[in-house]
Structure formats: C-alpha cells, structure tokens
C-alpha cells in the first residue's frame, strides 16, 4: 500500500485552505475544505504518474495543522 499524509492548513488572511504533500509533490488551494479534499483526491494518482511514482493501492491521510488562536 502506499500511504501518504496530506497536510491541510487555513490561512486566516487569505481565508483559503491549503493541501501540501512533499513526497508527491502536491500542494493545492481552495476556500471550501470539503471541495479541497475531493481535488486532492482527483490529482494525487496524476501527481504520482508524472512524478513516477506508484499509482496503486493509495491510501491518502488527511491531517489538519494546530491553528494559533490569538487571545
């Protein structure tokens, strides 16, 4: 199986979310974490074929990023 961690992060200023995997490479922008998730979904085995990297039994893990909470 071939397993990799999607790191999912919020940027306050920009009000995007982010999706970011080195060993891919993949990093991806949107506004709406559920729609993100589903384009990370979409690209990642195109990511892994042209990068040359297996494209079978994948297994994504979405993690999500501590957020700083100003007080």
Known sequence: MNEYSITLSFDDEAQKW???NDEI???LE???L???IKRV???VPEMLEINNLPKTDIY???KMEP???LV
Request: net charge negative; no cysteine; charged share 15%.
């Open 18 to 20: 982010y999706a970011q």
């Open 34 to 36: 559920d729609i993100l």
């Open 60 to 62: 994504l893990t979405f």
């Open 67 to 69: 957020q700083a909470v």
């Open 25 to 27: 490479p993949i990093i």
């Open 30 to 32: 949107d506004f709406f």
């Open 41 to 43: 979904k979409l690209a």
